[in-house]
Structures are given as structure tokens and as C-alpha cells.
């Protein structure tokens, strides 16, 4: 027998992470005017925005089609990870963290989609007069899973 929790029980951290951002969001919404920026630190605001697009805006002018496309695809690669979870080893923890933090973060970016037909950011970095894209908790946490798996990949991953 293996030893080590069941990969599939990682699921409730991505279904943690789906909480936060949606209820950050929700909140943020209820509070927030469009166009009204909270100072938070000199490099750091929240300011409401809504993407209609993809990372940084990509496409955000387009049609319309953007909105289905992207759905279908967060849906297709939440499939994946649930399919690659099953099949870690119970026990692993870096990979599984990964995992989970990406799907969390798909899946919150995937309701706001659905529900609203855009994804609501509201971090917005800056220095000076530059801005980085705004962006939201479940950006943060595909970006932290990202890393995690390039991290787990290229450090800890050991070769047969």
C-alpha cells in the first residue's frame, strides 16, 4: 500500500483558493467605483478593473468570441490537472501544491467569465508612472503554481 495522503485530497486547497478570490472580488466590487484607485502603498493601489481579455488584457477588444474561448479552455486545463493530480504519488507535495494553486486560480477567473463575461482585477502595481497589468488573487495563484512547478521541475525533480 501507498503511503501518503491521496493526491485527490489537495482538491480543497484549490477549492480554498476559489473562496478567497471570489469573496476579494465580491467585496471589492461592493466597494469600489469604477476608476476609483485606493492607495494602499506608494507601489501599491486597488483599483476596479474589468478583463474582458486574457493575461494582461490580450485580446480584450475582440468581439466577443474571447469570453467562450477562454471558458472552454479553462474548463479543457481544469481537466488536465484534476486528470495529472490522480496520478501523482500520495506522499508528493511541491507538484501537488502547484497543481492546486493553478486550478484554484482557473477556476475562479473561469465563475467571473461565466457570470460576468469579464474577470475582475483589482492589484494594481506600479512604480512611478509604471503600471504593471492589474490583476487578482486567482492570477496570483496560477503565477505561484507556475513557479512551483518550474521550481519543482528544474531543483527538485529527481532523474531516473
Known amino acids: 500500500m501507498r503511503e501518503g495522503v491521496n ?9 480554498i483558493i476559489l473562496l478567497i478570490d471570489q469573496f476579494t472580488k465580491t467585496s471589492l466590487e461592493a ?3 469604477s476608476r476609483h484607485v485606493l492607495e494602499l502603498l506608494p507601489v501599491l493601489n486597488l483599483a476596479l478593473a474589468h478583463n474582458t481579455g486574457a493575461a494582461f488584457s490580450l485580446f480584450a477588444s ?4 474571447q469570453r467562450w474561448f477562454f471558458s472552454v479552455l479553462a474548463i479543457v486545463i481544469s481537466g488536465v490537472l484534476v486528470a495529472w493530480l490522480r496520478q501523482l504519488r500520495p506522499g508528493a507535495i511541491l507538484e501537488p501544491m502547484a497543481i492546486v494553486c493553478i486550478l484554484g486560480g482557473a477556476l475562479g477567473n473561469l465563475l467571473d467569465r461565466i457570470r460576468f463575461g469579464y474577470v475582475v482585477d483589482f492589484i494594481q502595481v506600479h512604480w512611478h508612472e509604471w503600471y504593471f497589468p492589474t490583476f487578482n488573487i486567482a492570477d496570483s495563484a496560477i503565477t505561484l503554481g507556475a513557479g512551483l512547478l518550474i521550481i519543482d521541475a528544474l531543483f527538485l525533480r529527481k532523474t531516473a
Open 7 to 15: 493526491p485527490l485530497h489537495w482538491l480543497w486547497g484549490s477549492l
Open 31 to 33: 466597494s469600489l467605483q
Open 62 to 65: 475582440a468581439s466577443g468570441w
